[in-house]
Every structure is written in C-alpha cells, then in structure tokens.
C-alpha cells in the first residue's frame, strides 16, 4: 500500500486547537500566514472548501486560490511512504488514532538509548522555536529524556517568556547538586527567560510534612503560578526495562514505596504523579506526598509537550494518549510502532 503524508512547513500545531488560534483573515496576517491557515483547516483538519471560507471569512474562489498557492510556494509538502512504519507513515497513524501533533524522530538505525534521547530531543528543540510565543508561561521537567532536549536548545527571538520548574528534585547526592538547575538554566538561556525554581523534595515524607511546606508563601506563589501555566514540556517515567525512570529508582523512593506503588497497579508517572493502567491518579497512596502537578491542573494547560524516546515506556505512553494528557508528542521510531501495535 502507498501511504501519502503531507505535512506543513511553516510550523507544526495542534490541529485540535487551531480553531482557537485562527480568526478571520485581515491585513494584519502575511500572504504566507494566510496560506498556511487555508492549508492547515484543508489539508489537516479536512474540512471542505465551504467550510474553510466560512472559518477564513474569506469567499470559495479566494480559498482555492489560497491552497495552489500552498502547494506552489511549497508551505506544504506531499510525501509517498512506500515503506510500511517509516517515521512519516508512523506520524500520520499516531495523528490520526489520538487527535495530537506529533513528531516521529528517524531512528531505525539508532540502538542505544543515549543516543536515540538525543536525536528524538533535537527534534523537540527544534519544535520549540515555532511552539513558544511571546508571554508564555513554561513548565519543564526534569529527567534524562528532557536534559538531551535541553542540550540542544538555540536561541529563540521571544519576549515575556518565563521558565518554571513544574516539580519537586529527588536525591541531589544521587544526580548532582546543581542536575535540574542546569536543565532549567538552558531553557532560562534559550528563551532569555527568568527561571523560577521548584525547591521541594520530588516526595515528601510525609502528607504533614507536605502540608506545612506547601503553606509556605513563597511555595504558595509557585503554585499559583504553576496554574497559569501556557505550555509544559515533559517525558514520562515506568517502572519498567534494564533501566527504570529515575524516580523509580531504589535510591530515589523507599522499598516501602515502591511497595505502595506496586499494590496500586501503577504503571507510570508524570511529573512525580504517580497513574494506573486505566490513567487513574485517585488514592494512589504516594501521590499524597508528591509535588507533581494534579492531573485535573495539567489539562487546563493548553500545549502539553511530551518527549519520549524509550521502548520501555510504550505502554506508559499509550494510558497517557488515551487519556487525554498529551497534546504533542516527539517520540522516536522504535517506541511509536509499539504504541501503535493492538
């Protein structure tokens, strides 16, 4: 079977949420921005030619007009995938089955780990320059997956953008003292932002402990912030493979926690919250005592990034597609053919 694949040049969104961002066309839009609107809703969302000059507030004559000049000037691109699961082929099934914008990093070549990390976070860096606008508010993580997407950041011309830590650090004597103040820092330097610490534990140890820190003024002010927040950049964690998440470590999280973990089914967590197979984070007992952003917080977080680049974390990856969690994703090859696989 032939698979055609078209994809957008001037920049990958949501298609979900370009009726949110896409107003009635005036001057104040460039030819080419214009294009690409009546490209996106034609192409990408599929709606017919009336229903574009009804969105663009522009005539059927002006939108075919419109879309030759897309193809003309090559805003988008039509590319025959005649190998079954290229990253293309891999890009427009993930799009299709979960609603999200997606990109599927080239790496049958790649075997280890380290390195897949790395090429699938060039690719998240680079989607960042056209994902951050002008006065975000940014939430990023911090683990392995999100510290090769930090080692890769460029400058980016934007202004008013601010970079917060969306939870807690664990061990520092296990990571390094300055490990997540190095990931945030390189996010502060390629935006030009202010970056705004997170400084708690990943875990209390206890719900007391949690609750007197939390009445903190200063910790109160992050987390009111933390519930503006415009886009979070994000990987996921599991329990699972030769090489666990690190806050499934041993050194990271109790025996008796790991305990807790496994009684309540858990098969993942995000951002230090902790989920079930069903996607559940209710009575799961140790995200009473974790900094993590509640789940019912992050899906009023417009853009919710995530990068993943492991196998291990497929099953993972799928609770949190169909559940909702994810809006975009940057993941490599191996790892969406798994999700993909029934």
């Not at 059927?60 to 025959?80: D, K, P, Y």
């Not at 974790?290 to 993943?308: A, N, Y």
């Amino acid at each position: 079977m032939c698979h055609i694949i078209y994809r957008m040049v001037t920049q990958m969104q949501n298609p979900q949420s370009h009726s949110l961002r896409v107003q009635k066309t005036s001057g104040k839009r460039t030819t080419r921005e214009r294009i690409a609107d009546a490209a996106e809703l034609y192409w990408v969302q599929g709606l017919k030619i009336e229903s574009v000059a009804h969105q663009l507030g522009v005539s059927r004559s002006t939108v075919s007009r419109l879309l030759a000049l897309a193809r003309e000037r090559n805003v988008i691109e039509f590319n025959v995938h005649r190998e079954k699961d290229s990253a293309g082929e891999l890009q427009e099934r993930l799009r299709r089955k979960y609603g999200i914008s997606v990109v599927v990093t080239e790496t049958s070549g790649v075997t280890d780990i380290q390195s897949r990390r790395l090429e699938v976070g060039r690719d998240a860096a680079t989607w960042l320059g056209t994902l951050v606008k002008p006065s975000m508010k940014i939430g990023v993580t911090w683990g392995r997956t999100i510290e090769a997407v930090s080692l890769q950041l460029t400058r980016q011309q934007h202004s008013d953008i601010t970079i917060m830590q969306l939870h807690g650090f664990g061990d520092s004597m296990l990571y390094g003292e300055n490990y997540v103040t190095q990931i945030l820092s390189r996010f502060g330097a390629a935006f030009d932002a202010p970056v705004y610490l997170f400084p708690v534990p990943a875990i209390f140890s206890s719900e007391r402990t949690k609750q007197m820190m939390f009445k903190e003024p200063s910790i109160q002010h992050l987390l009111q912030m933390r519930k503006t927040l415009d886009l979070i950049i994000t990987s996921m964690g599991t329990p699972a493979g030769n090489q666990p998440s690190l806050l499934f470590s041993s050194q990271a999280i109790s025996a008796r926690d790991r305990q807790l973990l496994k009684e309540d089914h858990v098969i993942g967590n995000l951002a230090s919250v902790f989920f079930r197979e069903d996607g559940s984070t209710s009575d799961v007992a140790v995200n009473r005592r974790t900094t993590g952003m509640p789940i019912s917080e992050l899906l009023k977080v417009p853009l919710r990034l995530f990068v993943v680049a492991d196998v291990e974390k497929a099953q993972a990856l799928k609770v949190a597609l169909n559940a909702g969690y994810v809006t975009h994703l940057v993941i490599d090859q191996e790892t969406a053919k798994q999700v993909l696989r029934e």
